[in-house]
């Protein structure tokens, strides 16, 4: 019977401290089920796209499981994080332990029962609940892919077992910690360790030098990018250096700040304002980190949440820009090629004629065609010079090159060109004088302003979805196109990459639904010279299946950003309100009234609160530019839809910003008035 209460012991003396400490644990426990919960619907949602065999579901399962490991390493740092919050308040009762008379190796088997009691806990709860929501969250997903689904209940057996090995591994680590942290210090340090950080920090000016010139740096970057390419080889790099300075500045900058409030004794010397200051500052090498990670978490929520609206909203726009008519003929010419401009081909006549056959056959009409010729090749550019040649050492640049009478038919123009003249539009740094394209030299005429094409339904043809820098010609004809093709391929090395001119007819069609698909089924078969034909239609399909999967796995990655934003300033608060609350009871003893003190309360969590909010709505406004155009690689030309959802997803994280500081700030005071 004394072997079985032995045994008993620590369970119950592991389940009473839970309930002692039920306000930091709690929460706790609710955060480590909802990402358990995440991590097995996400885990079964995978293996019910794999199951099921549906066409595009190669894709969805690639992006949902790649969503599962990133978020595994979110849920790693996560629940450190929180843990060393609970940790930082239990110290001081664990040293109380030691001092009655307990051993360390006694405290060992209690934080032993304590993170098992979590770690099943969450477990229990986060399967149970992701067993009830991973059909509904199956579902979800298909919607979103627009593809037609049915509620069937099941339990995969292997997203059970990966969720329990990752919580296992997870908890392990975090009880090695908790054991590690008590065992190094004594007693006494553990007594006092919650008491830790009471000295005013000094002004480290360095550090602070240091964040504002990574910030700016980072700052530079995002601005300074002018293609795709650009955006997306320094966005990595620019988000290193934000969060770098962001970091400095909030440890740094804040308590210089602060100090050069103290200096202003008209600001100072206020009840409410001396209080909040003169805490603040002696604990703000704590509170920075924190306040830090808020404003990084806060901002990756709004880039997450304003680009995968945006993706999914304008999929249409998308696809338009993609597939400018609901039929859309290619038909490679290298005829025209290996004539080196003297050649001629009869491929396009055929084509349109054969269009127009098979629609009168199909029982449609072939309405709003519109065809042009094409020439596009990637190239090194240097001084006014592009060449395919391997190994230049220019930028990489995406050449496209159109005939005049294309283009002066695409936007209702009549310019004229003399031989050996261009008109020109860039993305990158303005051409002047001459120009050579592949050893063929021309004279820029002109200048082209970027409106008109990206406005247009060729936009994306032109390359302006290509991530890298942009450079259109207007050339006087296809002779010209002819000659620019052979010399981009006589350049090219080993027939790497061979540049052909493309002849491009587009066109919607009007009909029934079956005459329709009789003549999209037919065309490949009975239209002469096509090398490839796209029908908008079934590209749909295709793009609903990518970004739906791409909201999908973003919904996942914002709750878990919103998650640990919560749970920080939960924890924040909580922590400061128990290291207030012996202040504010001396300030209540010398004469502060209830509202003084509620006041003071709210001018000190106000002067710090919303400092992450503000620098990460600066942080979304300095990248923008450089979202657009990452974006672009998706597609994703429409800046205005991109900034309206920016826009909102900003206003709605404000709102829920506000509701959780509003909660945070009651719990403060209570804790601060027990």
Known sequence: MNTMHNLLFYPRLAGTNVKK???????????????????????????????????????????????????????????FYINSFIMKRRKKEFGLFCILGMEKKHLAFVLFWEVFLGMLISLLAGIGGGALFSQLMFLLLLKFAGLPGRLT???????????????????????????????????????????????????????????????????VKALTTYTASDALMAFFPAVILVIIGTYCLFQAGSIALLKTLRKKKSFYYRPENFVSVSGMIYRMKQNAAGLASICILSTAVLVTLSSCLSLYAGEEDMLKNQFPREINLYAELPELTEGGGSGESTVPGAMKEA???????????????????????????MNNRFSTAFGDNGRTSMVSILPLDDYNRLYDQTRVLEEGEVLYLTTGEPLSGEVEICG????????????????????????????????????????????????????????RFPAYIYYNLFFDLEGGEEAVTAFESRAAAEIPGITRIYVRSQARAEFYELYGSILFVGIFFIALFLTATVLIIYYKQITEGYDDRERFQIMEKVGMSVKEVRKTITRQVLLIFFLPLGMSV???????????????????????????????????????YLLVYRLTARIYFKIVQA
């Open 618 to 656: 600066i942080h979304i406004a300095v990248a923008f530019p450089q979202l657009c155009k990452m974006m672009t690689v998706f597609g994703m030309t429409n800046i205005g839809l991109f900034a309206v959802f920016t826009l909102l997803s900003v206003f709605l994280f404000a709102l829920a």
């Open 153 to 219: 209940f099941r339990i995969p057996v292997q997203a059970v077992g990966e969720t329990c090995l990752i919580y296992l591994i997870c908890f392990s680590f975090v009880l090695v910690y908790d054991i590690y942290s008590v065992f190094r210090a004594n007693p006494t340090e553990l007594l006092r360790s919650s008491r830790e950080g009471e000295r005013e920090p000094k002004t480290r000016w360095f550090l602070a030098l240091i964040g504002a010139a990574s910030l700016g740096a980072g700052y």
């Open 21 to 79: 400490n039920s306000s930091i644990y709690y929460p706790y426990l609710f955060a480590g089920s909802l990402m358990a919960g995440l991590l097995y619907v996400l885990n079964s949602v995978a293996d019910m796209v794999a199951d099921s065999g549906m066409e595009g579901g190669d894709i969805m399962h690639m992006l949902v499981r790649i969503c599962f490991f990133i978020c595994i390493l979110f849920v790693f740092i996560i629940l």
């Open 440 to 495: 063929e030299k021309y004279r820029i005429r002109e200048q082209l302003k970027e409106e008109p094409f990206r406005e247009s339904d060729i936009t994306q043809f032109l390359g302006f979805g290509s991530a890298a820098e942009l450079h259109v010609f207007i050339v006087p004809g296809l002779q010209d196109m002819g000659r620019l093709s052979a010399a981009s391929n006589a350049q090219a090395q080993e027939g």
């Open 355 to 381: 269009a127009e056959a098979l629609s009168v056959s199909a029982g449609c009409t072939a309405k709003k065609q519109m065809e042009l010729y094409l020439l596009s090749f990637g190239a090194s550019y």
